[in-house]
């Protein structure tokens, strides 16, 4: 294997083989630096939010997971015989509306709020 060239003329004096085995080891090398600056820059940040009396998280404003429960949806159809049965319009539509709607004459429209 050819020793890496220090100057761009060197580079004229090496073959394709060692080229692409260059542009490769520099491609690993890039990946490898990359890594291990943002590591070290993750733990300087974190050391310095740490100082603050703060976690990482609240200096980026990082949320994990899901921020509570989801407000419920309004109803967007009722039954008329019995105005309890509400449906959002969201999921499985319910018995009572598969019922009506195989009814000749019935569109879902007919049970809009």
Not at 16 to 22: A, E, R, T, V
Not at 89 to 107: C, S
Request: hydrophobic residues 40%.
């Amino acid at each position: 294997m050819a020793r890496p060239p220090q100057t761009a003329t060197d580079l004229a004096d090496l073959g394709l083989k060692d080229l692409i085995d260059l542009q490769q080891r520099v491609a690993v090398a890039i990946v490898e630096r990359q890594q291990t600056e943002r590591a070290d820059l993750k733990s300087k940040i974190a050391a310095l939010a740490a100082e603050a009396g703060l976690s990482l998280d609240e200096v980026l404003g990082l949320r994990r997971g899901r921020s509570g429960p989801k407000a419920p949806v309004a109803p967007k159809y009722r039954n008329p015989e019995n105005p309890e049965e509400t449906w959002s319009g969201r999921g499985r539509k319910p018995n009572w509306l598969v019922a009506k709607l195989q009814k000749r004459g019935t569109a879902i429209d007919d049970f809009t709020i």
